[in-house]
C-alpha cells in the first residue's frame, strides 16, 4: 500500500512508503510532528510505514498536520486513499475472488467426466 490516511477528531493515522523499512525517516517525521502545537503523541511502525498521530482537536487540525507533512515530503495527499477507499477495494477484490470461486467449482462439476472438461483442463 502507498500512501493512506484515516482520521477522526483528535486521531489520525497515516502511511507513507518514506518511513516503511527507515528508522531514521521514521524518527525524523515523529519529531517534526512532536513540534506542531497541539500534537499530543505521536507511534511509527517502520514494519507497515504507519504514523499514529494523537492530537487535539481544539488546536490543530488533521489537514494542518497532514498539510505540513506533504510539505515536508512524508505524504503526498494526492496519491493517499481514504480508509472508504481501502474498503471498497477490499471488498471489491473479495467479490472477485468469491465469484471466481463459485464459478470455478460450478464449471468443474458441470463439466467433470466430459470431453469439453478434458479440453478444458489442457487450455
Do not use: C
Request: net charge positive; aromatic share 10%.
Amino acid at each position: 500500500m502507498g500512501y493512506y490516511l484515516h482520521q477522526v477528531p483528535g486521531r489520525l493515522r497515516v502511511r507513507t512508503p518514506l518511513i516503511k523499512r527507515n528508522e531514521k525517516k521514521a524518527f525524523d517525521a515523529q519529531s517534526l510532528l512532536k513540534s506542531i502545537h497541539g500534537v499530543r503523541s505521536t507511534l511509527t511502525n517502520t514494519l507497515t510505514g504507519s504514523i499514529v498521530i494523537h492530537y487535539d482537536p481544539k488546536t490543530v487540525d488533521a489537514e494542518a498536520i497532514t498539510s505540513i507533512l506533504t510539505r515536508f515530503g512524508y505524504f503526498d495527499q494526492a496519491k493517499a486513499i481514504t480508509n472508504d477507499q481501502y474498503i471498497h477495494n477490499a471488498a471489491s477484490q473479495a467479490g472477485q475472488w468469491a465469484w471466481k470461486a463459485l464459478f470455478g467449482a460450478f464449471a468443474n462439476t458441470a463439466l467433470q467426466g466430459s470431453p469439453l472438461g478434458v479440453i478444458t483442463l489442457l487450455i
